[in-house]
């Protein structure tokens, strides 16, 4: 037994070393100063603690975490650099990059949970993300770890298109955002870390001027509390803007294979999802918003 964990501990060792030079060639092209994807596994690292994940589903999502986007470095867009505001079709040209992710994780090597969670990173709580539209419980627990880790390290760092956030602005970013984009809990375990160096915001000390927030968040919103119905989470006054979602009103591809993630079989999009809940998969349109034309991750 002891020399078959070894081996195991061995390969993940070797697993996370590939990754790690991955993920730095991905940092490189994306245009960050400071390292991007090994911040958020090291956020998603105490997430998943405070979560109690599995030691298979912690070892998936640091692999997930270092490679959420060699999608965007395999596409090798000029855009991503450009310091302007995404066109419409460049959006969705953009939206391609987890189904890529997925594909370049599975080269790499990574297990399938790794895989599938690369591939739902961009999955919103209300169902406005992408590529599958998924919402809430339909989304793997570690996904929605990864998006609100993947927010925060991005938004508190430089980007062609603006300058970094400071901690406060970043962290009222996704308290204003929950419900909608993130996962609730996930957010209110977010901002009970403290003192961790992957919190550092990269903005200029003489730049931090709004003061923090208090760490406490409202109770979760109502089932109903959609982009359609932002008053249910409205926090702080945040109105997103509105538009077309092209990814939910679609022909849905079949489904890879089940992968177990977070403990339990999921597949990809609306079909035969262990969710506690179950959403219309020919939803007409959702809400595009602020967030999106940010470009925040």
């Known amino acids: 037994m002891a020399s078959i964990q070894t081996k195991v501990s061995d390969e993940d060792g070797i697993a996370r070393e590939a990754f790690t030079r991955l993920a730095a060639a991905a ?31 912690r070892a998936s999502l ?7 986007d060699l999608g965007e470095m395999a596409m090798r867009r000029d855009y991503i650099h450009r310091a302007a505001p995404l066109t419409f079709e460049e959006r969705l040209d953009l939206a391609r990059h987890p189904v890529i992710g997925e594909q370049e994780a599975a080269r790499a090597g990574a297990d399938r949970g790794a895989q599938l969670l690369v591939r739902w990173h961009q999955e919103w709580w209300n169902g406005a993300g992408y590529p599958d539209a998924l919402s809430r419980e339909q989304i793997p627990l ?21 300058p970094a956030l400071t901690e406060a602005d970043a962290r009222r970013h996704l308290t204003e955002w929950a419900g909608l984009e993130f ?54 006054g945040h109105i997103p ?15 890879p294979e089940a992968a177990t993630v977070d403990g339990a079989q999921h597949t990809v999009g609306n079909q035969n999802s262990n969710s506690n809940q179950n959403f219309d998969s020919n939803r007409d349109s959702a809400g595009f918003t602020k967030a999106d034309t940010d470009r925040h991750d």
């Open 241 to 255: 803007e509105r538009g077309e979602n092209p990814y939910v009103a679609r022909t849905v591809e079949p489904a």
């Open 62 to 68: 640091r692999l997930a975490a270092l490679a959420h």
């Open 183 to 236: 996962d609730p809990q996930v957010v209110r375990a977010f901002l009970s870390l403290d003192n961790l160096p992957a919190l550092r915001s990269y903005a200029r000390r003489e730049e931090e001027a709004t003061p923090a927030i208090v760490e406490t968040m409202p109770d979760a919103p109502a089932a109903d509390a959609t982009a359609d119905n932002v008053d249910a989470w409205n926090i702080s």
């Open 142 to 162: 570690a996904a929605r770890i990864l998006r609100v880790a993947d927010a925060y390290a991005a938004l508190t760092d430089a980007r062609p298109y603006r």
């Open 27 to 57: 940092d490189e092209f994306e245009g960050y100063a400071h390292p991007h994807a090994e911040r958020i596994a090291a956020l998603c690292s105490e997430l998943a603690k405070l979560f109690g994940l599995g030691r298979a589903d």
